[in-house]
């Protein structure tokens, strides 16, 4: 299983005693816990490519402000984990050093883009790892694999030395079996860090409880509509029963701006990985070019050898929407669609605490089986409106259908990441 491609290769075999040679112990609350990494969080002297060609030996010179601290509570980076290349993807196949397979089935894919992080949990590699979420892209994996996955809230967590696909959208965030777990590393790497200036001094310190009486859960229509599999719509139905049978109080309600969610999340995070990206040309980063070639000839050949299909699809995609004669048809109104949707919230987290519906539309699907990117961006449908505002939202297993997990999603108000995790413990605690 390509879970984990960055462990020592004398154990690959027992990845808890496994370490790479810069891993660090010390005392804390993590001493000697492994925890595996996502391969865009920057870890000095580890190789850190974001499932790129394009970054193939690159190490970075520092650590992730996230790494800082998970090391200063003892943990043991046991190594880089898979994903989509950049974080592109919904399934980790897109990666340059292929895909990962899914504990729960292996001919089925792990979501994405932090797929390897949950393969790795999923299979008891490791018993919590970071991954990222730029469009559901912790979530997504959570719900397939069967483990938790959080969300936080957009500024909770430094994104300084996250190496940037969507500014604007992505989180790190963690990942792990148990809501308990969750809430221990969530604890630990939500640190304000004045290098990133999208950090609020809002530390997260919270022992999560199982008591939700008085709660009132908001069920939007939308996320029980056309393209949601039955059998997803039962097991998140019963869950929610669940919840009411613990004292919460269901309300059903409407997202308008669903209709135009994706379609707002596609412009923006192009538009952003265009600019983001663009620092990749074969001077910085990176194998070198050929310097006896003109150099916009040898940029452009080389960009489009080590970027995969995805990525330049969403770069083109992306410069296009920000082009002249086209920044105010495409960009400027998935802006306003965005507005729209956190108006939207807004007006919801005036009557309802926490909204609870699906992860994903589905539960997961054969390696291969959606090649064509449009059926691959309609499955993040559920996930990222959560990240066009900025909100918090967790993924806790709900049973399974077809024989494969299922995923329910719990989203909070902003900063009340304490309150989506009190929720989703009180659920695992009463199924358990």
């Not at 939308?222 to 049978?245: H, M, P």
């Not at 596609?266 to 070019?289: H, K, M, Q, W």
Request: charged residues 20%.
């Amino acid at each position: 299983m390509q879970g984990i491609y960055n462990l020592n290769k004398e154990d690959k075999n027992n990845a808890f005693l496994t370490t790479v040679k810069s891993a660090h112990y010390g005392d804390g609350k993590l001493n000697g816990i492994p925890i595996a990494v996502k391969d865009n969080i920057s870890t000095k002297g580890i190789e850190t490519t974001c499932g790129s060609k394009i970054l193939e030996g690159y190490i970075p010179p520092y650590d992730a402000h996230v790494i800082t601290l998970i090391k200063k509570e003892g943990a043991a980076i046991v190594g880089k984990t898979n994903m989509d290349e950049f974080g592109m993807g919904t399934t980790t196949e897109n990666s340059a050093y292929g895909p990962t397979a899914n504990p729960a089935d292996p001919t089925c894919v792990p979501g994405g883009s932090s797929g390897g992080s949950a393969a790795a949990v999923a299979s008891g590699m490791v018993p919590m790892a970071l991954g990222t979420d730029t469009g559901g892209s912790i979530r997504c994996p959570a719900s397939f694999c069967g483990i938790v996955g959080l969300k936080p809230t957009y500024g909770r967590v430094s994104r300084y030395g996250l190496i940037a696909y969507s500014n604007s959208l992505e989180q790190i965030g963690p990942m792990a079996k148990t809501v308990g777990e969750i809430s221990a590393l969530m604890e630990i790497i939500s640190v304000h860090d004045p290098r990133d200036t999208t950090s609020y001094n809002k530390p997260y310190i919270h022992t999560p409880s199982a008591d939700i009486s008085g709660t009132k859960v908001g069920v939007p229509l939308e996320y029980f509509g056309e393209g949601v599999n039955r059998g997803v719509s039962e097991k998140v139905r019963d869950a929610i029963s669940t919840l009411e049978g613990l004292g919460a109080e269901i309300i059903e309600c409407s997202i308008p701006s669903m209709e135009y969610a994706l379609a707002a999340y596609y412009v923006i995070c192009t538009s952003e990985a265009s600019s983001n990206l663009s620092r990749f040309d074969g001077v910085r980063y990176g194998p070198s070019v050929n310097s006896k070639h003109q150099w916009h000839d040898e940029f452009r050949t080389y960009r489009g050898e080590k970027f995969g299909t995805e990525v330049q699809r969403r770069i083109m995609l992306g410069t296009f929407a920000l082009s002249a004669g086209y920044y105010g048809k495409y960009y400027a109104k998935a802006q306003a669609a965005r507005e729209n949707m956190r108006r939207d919230f807004r007006r919801i987290f005036e009557t309802v605490d926490i909204i609870a519906g699906p992860t994903m539309p589905d539960v997961a699907y054969k390696l291969g089986e959606k090649s064509d990117p449009l059926s691959m961006y309609l499955t993040d449908i559920l996930t990222v409106p959560a990240n066009l505002a900025g909100l918090p939202a967790i993924s806790v297993p709900c049973g399974k259908t077809d024989g494969m997990p299922v995923g329910l999603q719990i989203m909070g108000r902003h900063f009340e990441d304490e309150r989506v995790v009190d929720v989703a413990f009180a659920y695992e605690q009463e199924v358990v």
